[in-house]
């Protein structure tokens, strides 16, 4: 009988992970195919295809502000409830962005996109893992996070597909599709969180709640400094051609997805540590590639790409930890904030590190090398979090009495 309801919770644990891994596509979808389309929306606008950057800045004021926003008053609502009502409202802004040819009301609309982008994913992943025993959050947490590689593997090609052939109306029509098959998944298969029906208890916003929501920020700070120059990389330093660029996208979306799922697996039998420091060296080692000039854009895509998420879930496995279930809706919103403010930085830094935005060869090596510098920091950044959350549990276990 046990075994019978082992399986049972297993299987229902897995379909929720799916349902988050569904709502975190749409998300990521809806906030990345912004910059690639906008070069068919500008002519509609009557602005230059160079305001891409206005619209997705407005896009992360809005995620960081409703960020921090969440991680003070999250507590005190039913999460549910709220990600339904996330999700019917990101549908809907989405659905009125495509009846408006108005620039200045689109950067309005991107404005309140974010702040309900930047509060569904915590919210989400709070409910999951506050379900998860402790062996398999690192597993439902890959889940999750291997949504994004879905997002360059199809849903990406999809959008670009549905621009080029039947214009970017359709296209923002297709998320907000996707918003509106989301609310009966959420109603039918997302549970109550039992943490959403006990006192509110907020995180002191203090160095040590900073420094495990901004971790996983950190650690992916250098691959977002060469996601800019990524294109520029393969043609100019790996002689990559037009052609091969989707191709080559595509292997490293499959390269992300698959290190993500086995980063997840191997979570509750490797230390994060390990798994850190292994993808750490892959990920230094992918950066060599276009360094030392070697023609092999296929190998650098696929080590780069599968080392960035594996970072990525090795940190997250470990700062999962760091809030109780009353308190990691909140977290995790902050978290998504911290996200959204350090990729902003890293994409500024990425563009003054390339003087006059000139691709020259030098220019990119030296943006390449600051980004492996970055990387190489974090094993230690998993390193302090660890000793932390050990010295809370020895704090815990043996309180210091009068």
């Known amino acids: 009988?046990?075994?019978?309801?082992?399986?049972?919770?297993?299987?229902?644990?897995?379909?929720?992970?799916?349902v988050m891994a569904f709502i975190q596509f749409t998300n990521a979808l809806e906030y990345m195919m912004f910059n690639p389309i906008?070069?068919?929306?500008?002519?509609d606008f009557a602005v230059p295809v160079s305001y891409s950057g206005y619209v997705s800045g407005m896009y992360?004021?809005?995620?960081?502000?409703?960020?921090?926003?969440?991680?003070?008053?999250?507590?005190?609502?039913?999460?549910?409830?709220?990600?339904?009502?996330?999700?019917?409202l990101l549908g809907l802004v989405t659905l009125l962005?495509?009846?408006?040819?108005?620039?200045?009301?689109?950067?309005?609309?991107?404005?309140?996109?974010?702040?309900?982008?930047?509060?569904?994913?915590?919210?989400?992943?709070?409910?999951?893992?506050?379900?998860a025993p402790t062996n398999l959050r690192g597993k439902m947490l890959a889940t999750v996070i291997a949504s994004f590689s879905i997002v360059s593997i199809a849903g990406m090609p999809t959008i670009l597909f549905l621009c080029t052939h039947y214009g970017w109306h359709i296209a923002l029509w297709l998320i907000s599709t996707l918003c509106l098959l989301a609310l009966p998944l959420i109603v039918s298969i997302i549970p109550q969180d039992p943490a959403s029906f006990e006192t509110p208890h907020t995180l002191p916003l203090d160095a040590d709640t900073l420094l495990f929501a901004s971790s996983n920020a950190l650690v992916q700070f250098s691959s977002m400094l060469v996601i800019p120059v990524l294109v520029p990389v393969m043609t100019q330093q790996l002689s990559a051609s037009q052609d091969l660029l989707p191709w080559l996208f595509f292997v490293g979306g499959m390269s992300g997805y698959q290190s993500t799922k086995m980063t997840g697996a191997l979570a509750s039998r490797?230390?994060?540590?390990?798994?850190?420091?292994?993808?750490?060296?892959?990920?230094?080692?992918?950066?060599?590639i276009p360094i030392l000039g070697f023609p092999?854009?296929?190998?650098?895509?696929?080590?780069?790409?599968?080392?960035?998420?594996?970072?990525?879930?090795?940190?997250?496995?470990?700062?999962?930890?760091?809030?109780?279930?009353?308190?990691?809706?909140?977290?995790?919103?902050?978290?998504?904030?911290?996200?959204?403010?350090?990729t902003t930085v890293a994409f500024f830094l990425?563009?003054?590190?390339?003087?006059?935005?000139?691709?020259?060869p030098r220019n990119i090596n030296t943006l390449l090398a600051v980004s492996a510098i970055f990387a190489s920091f974090s094993p230690m950044i998993i390193v302090i979090l660890q000793k932390k959350l050990a010295k809370r549990?020895?704090?815990?276990?043996?309180?210091i009495t009068d």
């Open 270 to 288: 490797i230390s994060a540590l390990i798994l850190a420091s292994g993808s750490t060296i892959v990920f230094i080692l992918s950066l060599l």
């Open 296 to 342: 092999h854009p296929t190998l650098f895509i696929t080590l780069f790409l599968g080392a960035s998420y594996s970072r990525l879930v090795s940190t997250s496995v470990v700062t999962i930890q760091f809030p109780d279930d009353k308190q990691r809706a909140g977290f995790a919103s902050l978290q998504t904030s911290m996200m959204y403010l350090t």
């Open 1 to 18: 009988m046990p075994l019978v309801t082992t399986m049972f919770n297993h299987k229902a644990l897995l379909r929720i992970a799916i």
């Open 60 to 88: 992360t004021a809005g995620a960081v502000l409703s960020g921090i926003i969440a991680f003070y008053w999250i507590g005190r609502l039913n999460r549910k409830r709220f990600l339904i009502a996330n999700m019917a």
């Open 97 to 131: 962005t495509t009846f408006t040819s108005n620039f200045s009301l689109l950067l309005i609309l991107r404005f309140c996109a974010g702040l309900v982008g930047g509060t569904t994913m915590g919210v989400g992943i709070s409910i999951l893992i506050n379900h």
């Open 38 to 43: 906008f070069a068919f929306m500008a002519a």
């Open 350 to 360: 990425s563009a003054y590190l390339l003087p006059g935005h000139v691709m020259a």
């Open 393 to 399: 549990l020895i704090q815990t276990e043996h309180p």
